[in-house]
Nanobody
Framework: QVQLVESGGGLVQAGGSLRLSCAAS????????MGWFRQAPGKEREFVAV????????EYADSVKGRFTISRDSAKNTVYLQMNSLKPEDTAIYYC?????????????????WGQGTQVTVSS
């Protein structure tokens, strides 16, 4: 099993920045990709960003390209999501997730482990 714990959410004004963290523990050697997803009220969970656990490959949703950056600290088993130029439409609960598959995926259903989520609220 893999345990994921997110932190770093909060309330920020439009144009501001936040950095989310996701600390992984347990059988982390089984992870190939770490992703960030978000879910706004009344909407489906959507892909935000993904990074290969060992480093190198990353992908982003079009809506966050150029504003968000996913990174990792392998020594701390932690993945980060730096969010800049935040917009009110970025308001959502943000979840990190871990995937055991060798194939990068942007589909929530393919991820094996999930954190509890952290709320991000962007005021206009």
């Amino acid at each position: 099993q893999v345990q994921l714990v997110e932190s770093g959410g909060g309330l920020v004004q439009a144009g501001g920045s936040l950095r989310l963290s996701c600390a992984a523990s347990g059988r982390t050697f089984s992870i190939y990709y770490m992703g960030w997803f978000r879910q706004a009220p009344g909407k489906e969970r959507e892909f935000v960003a993904v990074s290969k656990w060992s480093g190198g490959r990353t992908e982003y949703a079009d809506s966050v390209k150029g504003r968000f950056t996913i990174s990792r600290d392998s020594a701390k088993n932690t993945v980060y999501l730096q969010m800049n130029s935040l917009k009110p439409e970025d308001t959502a609960i943000y979840y990190c997730a871990a995937e055991r598959s060798l194939s990068l995926s942007t589909i929530p259903g393919t991820y094996n482990y999930w954190g509890q989520g952290t709320q991000v609220t962007v005021s206009s």
